[in-house]
């Protein structure tokens, strides 16, 4: 037979071609055009808003607030759900404030604070893995309860900490060169988790658990350990943040955080977090809080009534859950 007649094989995909596909397919690459666009378009629409003052507020803004995604991305993708993380982020401060108040070192102070919260987590980890109750409901129960205690502690009055060392606010206030400090603390805990949640087999779990906590339960993975530790991380990261933004504005503020359990879910599932758990990533969720403060810049700037951010803000958690939901129902 002749050799020249055989049908030579299809040339291998370039490796380009095929790295450039993926990258098209990935959500993050959706999210970081829509960013783009927006500055573009906002360029053009403030004459404000690419000045360094506003980015510097921006990025300052979702810095801490960036924070908290992280746990919840992490709960959210072990099938959780945490919407006490406002009221949480306030208690810290409160306590932390009224402790400094009545004369303890504001250092030692914090890290009561952020055990407070880490055990306030560990709480809801309990009635959710042993008593059986579902992360809504324990967590919405503790949201009603931290903010009372909030109000409580307080007489509804916000915490004057004037005489916070400057040692102290530098945590929110400082900077290191041009760069100001909370966005490098902000970098930290996020390439940390990152890298934890893509490297290590500890946070693999959480993925195994979200996706399916009965079959990740038949094959080994202590599924109930998994969700009280992702529940508990949560609230120590909700109170880690509530300590830098106490140093940022030098007092406690008892009401602080009222929606921001709606703005850190939306920006997780923006991101790709699926509210049925087992996806999503850290990098993504962090994609969904810049979205969301440019789209909030960008109505400060257009002069957009506050009541109509409210909407706007509302209806992209509704597309953005919308569109978990159609992803999943396809998966399927």
Known sequence: MDNSME???PAPAEPTTSTLHKLLRMRETGLIAIILVMFVIMSFASPYFLTWVNMRAMVMAFAVEGIVVVGMTILLISGGIDLSVGSVTALSMVIAGWLFLQGIDPW???????????????????????????????????MVIARGACLLGTGGRPLGLYTL????????????????LVIIIFLVVVLVFDFMLRRTTVFRKV??????????????????????????????????????????????QPTFGLGMELNVIAAAVIGGASLTGGSGTIFGAILGVVLLSVVSSSLALL??????????????????????????????
């Open 7 to 9: 049908i030579a094989a």
């Open 207 to 252: 993925f195994y658990t979200g996706s399916n906590e009965k079959a990740a339960a038949y094959s080994g993975i202590r599924t109930k350990k998994v969700i009280f530790l992702t529940t508990t991380l949560c609230s120590a990261l909700a109170g880690f943040a509530g300590i830098i933004y106490m140093a940022r504005f030098g007092s406690a």
């Open 303 to 332: 002069d957009v009534s506050v009541y109509w951010q409210d909407i706007i803000r509302g209806s992209i958690l509704l597309a953005a859950v919308s569109v978990d939901h159609y992803l999943h129902k396809k998966r399927g």
């Open 165 to 180: 060392p400057p040692e102290f606010k530098f945590i929110g206030q400082g900077t290191i060169g041009p760069i100001p």
């Open 108 to 142: 030692v102070a914090s890290a009561i604070a952020i055990a407070a919260c880490t055990a306030i987590g560990a709480f809801m980890g309990f009635f959710v893995t042993r008593v059986g109750l579902h992360h809504f409901i324990v967590s919405l129960a503790i």
